[in-house]
């Protein structure tokens, strides 16, 4: 029961997350979702071997991090759900790439490095992501989509799906909760009985989304999501995109690491 309250409670965090009134919170939603699309997109334009270029690419994350007053803890608990499936992506490279290079005065195998570049890559791009809802929030998330034009039943879909995981948290918190009333002492849900608990969680959570249709509909509601936000594009954050797209695409550019290691050791080519 406790881990179904804590699944509920840290699906709900970004939403509360995204309400808070930091530096980063107050920028506009569209220019944090073109912000991140073209992180996303130079984070993963990098080569295989491409380690180094990397590099500064974390320093995004961490001025999110800081200036949007985030936890670290939670937002990195998300990241390691995804860490398993991240290491059974890439860990068969170092076995199908044996050729080795030259690191330093080390010889190390090209798949270990395309391992690393896999490991970095998924880290940047689940983190970028994971921030963007905790700093702006699925509803204005959704009003960024709209002022890209994308259909409004996508848009719609994505809010319904993303609202229904709680729901189905909910109802699964109270039918366990039953169970155990009726069968005290008994640890778990007996496998005999997870055919029809599955089958009236799911009636019971297709009930309850129709009870919340309905209720919707009794409010007006006619196929447009209104989240009661009408936020408008200011110099600010318009400065704000052109600065970070600036700097990605110097990262892209120029190795800077490379660079600086040359400057330091006096080998500039």
């Known amino acids: 029961m406790s881990t179904l309250k804590n ?6 965090l970004l939403d509360d997350l995204g309400k808070h009134n930091s530096f980063i919170h107050k920028v ?9 699309v073209f992180y996303l997109a130079v984070v993963i334009s990098f080569e295989r071997y491409d380690v180094s270029g990397l590099l500064p690419l974390i320093f995004y994350p961490m001025f999110i991090f800081l200036l949007g007053e985030l936890p670290i803890t939670p937002i990195l608990k998300r990241l390691l759900i995804v860490a398993p499936l991240i290491i059974g992506i890439g860990i068969m490279n170092p076995l199908f790439d044996n050729s080795k290079v030259l690191i330093g005065n080390i010889y190390i195998s090209r798949g270990w490095i395309t391992f690393l570049s896999i490991l970095i890559k998924c880290g940047l791009t689940v983190t970028a992501s994971i921030l963007l809802v905790a700093t702006t929030g699925i509803n204005r998330i959704a009003e960024a989509l709209r002022m890209l034009k994308v259909p409004k039943i996508f848009v719609l879909q994505l809010l319904l799906t993303y609202r229904y995981f709680s729901v189905l948290i909910e109802e699964v918190s109270i039918m366990i909760r039953a169970y155990s009333l009726r069968a005290p002492g008994q640890k778990g849900i007996h496998r005999s009985v997870w055919g029809s608990f599955t089958g009236i969680l799911i009636i019971r959570t297709f009930d309850r989304a129709q009870r919340v249709y309905q209720s919707m509909n009794l409010r007006g509601f006619r196929g447009e999501y209104i989240n009661g936000y009408n936020s408008k594009i200011t110099f600010k954050d318009f400065l704000y995109l052109m600065m970070w797209c600036f700097f990605f695409t110097i990262v892209r550019i120029y190795n800077i690491p490379l660079i600086i290691d040359r400057i330091f050791t006096g080998v500039i080519n």
């Open 7 to 12: 699944s509920l409670y840290h699906l709900r």
């Open 28 to 36: 506009h939603p569209l220019i944090k979702l073109i912000t991140t």
